[in-house]
């Protein structure tokens, strides 16, 4: 009976370390997520509060936008309609408070035209709560 007692702390170890590593993957997808709803809400307001005040941010275009109010400028310049769907991403913690993730993105236009980029993203944990650092979108190179 002790054995079938170890192999389950084993175990239960295991899941422990597997939920603690999970941390990151789990946190910079609720960013993104939150993102995206706010992305396609059209909610300016939300979208900035992601963002850290002295945030660095390449969109599609071409200036580099920084702080709030250079996030704030970009978002007010798209499109209406425009909409985000987040596709795959890698999640690298470079210390407890920061994290890389590097991933996917789909735009779709209102007249159902996709663009795919590549999204990267710094996160950074403040006051118990992750925002967007630098943001940088490029286009996926066609084959």
Same mark, same amino acid.
């Given at each position: 009976?002790?054995?079938?007692?170890?192999?389950?702390?084993?175990?239960?170890?295991?899941? !422990?370390? *597997?939920?603690?590593?999970?941390?990151?993957?789990? %946190?910079? !997808?609720?960013?993104?997520?939150?993102?995206?709803?706010?992305?396609? *809400?059209? %909610? $300016?307001?939300?979208?900035?509060?992601?963002?850290?005040?002295?945030?660095?941010?390449?969109?599609?275009?071409?200036?580099?936008?920084?702080?709030? %109010?250079?996030? $704030?400028?970009?978002?007010?310049?798209?499109?209406?309609? +425009?909409?985000?769907?987040?596709?795959?991403?890698?999640?690298? !913690?470079?210390?407890?408070?920061?994290? +890389?993730?590097?991933?996917?993105?789909?735009?779709?236009?209102?007249?159902?035209?996709?663009?795919?980029? $590549?999204?990267?993203?710094?996160?950074?944990?403040?006051?118990? =709560?992750? +925002?967007? !650092?630098? =943001?940088?979108?490029?286009?996926?190179?066609?084959?």
């Amino acid at each position: 009976m002790s054995r079938l007692v170890k192999i389950f702390a084993v175990l239960a170890a295991l899941l !422990a370390l *597997a939920s603690a590593t999970a941390g990151p993957v789990e %946190d910079a !997808a609720g960013v993104r997520t939150q993102w995206a709803e706010a992305f396609n *809400a059209g %909610d $300016r307001n939300k979208l900035v509060a992601l963002y850290t005040e002295d945030a660095l941010f390449y969109g599609s275009t071409a200036p580099l936008f920084k702080g709030l %109010d250079g996030v $704030r400028t970009y978002f007010s310049h798209l499109p209406p309609g +425009l909409k985000a769907k987040m596709g795959e991403q890698s999640v690298v !913690a470079v210390e407890p408070n920061v994290l +890389l993730s590097s991933g996917l993105v789909d735009f779709m236009r209102p007249d159902g035209t996709v663009a795919s980029f $590549r999204l990267t993203l710094a996160l950074v944990r403040v006051g118990g =709560h992750w +925002l967007i !650092a630098q =943001h940088h979108a490029s286009p996926v190179p066609k084959p």
